[in-house]
Every structure is written in C-alpha cells, then in structure tokens.
C-alpha cells in the first residue's frame, strides 16, 4: 500500500500548547497535503507543500518536508480547542493518478 | 456560494439493494472523487473523474459504479455486489487532478 502513516494516532494537549504530527509514506511524491476532519464532517484542506519545498507556513501552522527521509510533518502553535480534530497527510505520488491519505491523527485540545 | 453538496447525510438500505448517493459541485472543477471511510481509518479512493465522460476506479471499486455525464455531477452507486457497504462516503473536487480539494459533508450509509 503506497497509503501513509501518521504518527501519532492520537495526542492531547492543553490550550495554548503546540501540536506536532508527522506523516511518513513510501513513494516519491509530487506534492504532500495536510486536512482536517471534524467529527462526522467533510476534510478541509490547510496547507500543500511541493517537493522541491522544505517548509510553509500559513497562520498558525507550519509544514516541513524531508523527501530523503519520506516524512512530513505539521506543526499547530498556540492550539485551541477549536483545533481538536483529526488531521491527515496526503501524497501525491510520482507514479499514478490519485492520491494517498494517511490513518490520520486525531488532535484533542483541552480548554 | 461555491461548494460542493452531498445528499442525504444519512441513508439506510436493507441487503440486497442498490443505492445512490449523489454529489453536486458548482465550483467548475475538472476532477471528482469518491472515497469511503472506515470508523478510525484514513479514506480509501473508489473512483474518480478527471473529465466529464471518464472515470477511473481506485483501490476498492468492486461493488460500485459511477457515472460523470455532467461536470457538475459525480453520483455513486451502492451495489449490492458491495459486500460490506456501511461506511462514511466522501465526495471531493479539484481544478486538476491531485490540487488541492474541496470535500463534501458525507453521507454515512448504513445497512439494515
């Protein structure tokens, strides 16, 4: 399965404490995704970062990409409860024509 | 308002049924996708689109069929060749293939 692997499966912090969950996959990749779900919705898409990046930043999350360690991961700072929610990575590999999305991590933030 | 729109949120079949759910998207995007999703899982590709009169399957079609004679218009159906079909279903767009994409509610699908 080219599907990849957040980690870790579940963590819980307290408001105003950062969050990181890191996504490691398989293939080369063209472009790696973050989304969030919450419960019983639709995903959201945060951020995209391209191979040929190392890190992006959008508000308060931050993404860095290792492509010779095949992992990424995302960075929440200053979380809120509002953040509590499951995030999943997303590759886009080299090869084929869809994407892969990760087990996802679920994020629980405690006011 | 530009968005995507799956219906119903909730369905029931009884074994032995087809069903159909439906996704409707008024963004203008080329790609659709249908992924189901599995109670602590990550989401599984069924089928996708990249242009209106051509679909691809994903990695777990078996069971199920689209059609995509509209851009808009990306339905699936539920077969009843599915053997285990209760699960969370989501629909997505893209302006292209693999971009960055607009999700659905979902319909979550049980079997009675």
Known sequence: ????????????IQEG??????CSYKTSINNLQWYRQNSGRGL???????????EKHSGRLRVTLDTSKKSSSLLITASRAADTASYFCATDPNTGNQFYFGTGTSLTVIP | DGGITQSPKYLFRKEGQNVTLSCEQNLNHDAMYWYRQDPGQGLRLIYYSQIVNDFQKGDIAEGYSVSREKKESFPLTVTSAQKNPTAFYLCASSIVRNTEAFFGQGTRLTVV
């Open chain 1, 1 to 12: 399965s080219q599907q990849g692997e957040e980690d870790p499966q579940a963590l819980s």
């Open chain 1, 17 to 22: 404490e950062n969050a990181t969950m890191n």
């Open chain 1, 44 to 54: 959201v898409h945060l951020i995209l970062i391209r191979s040929n990046e190392r």
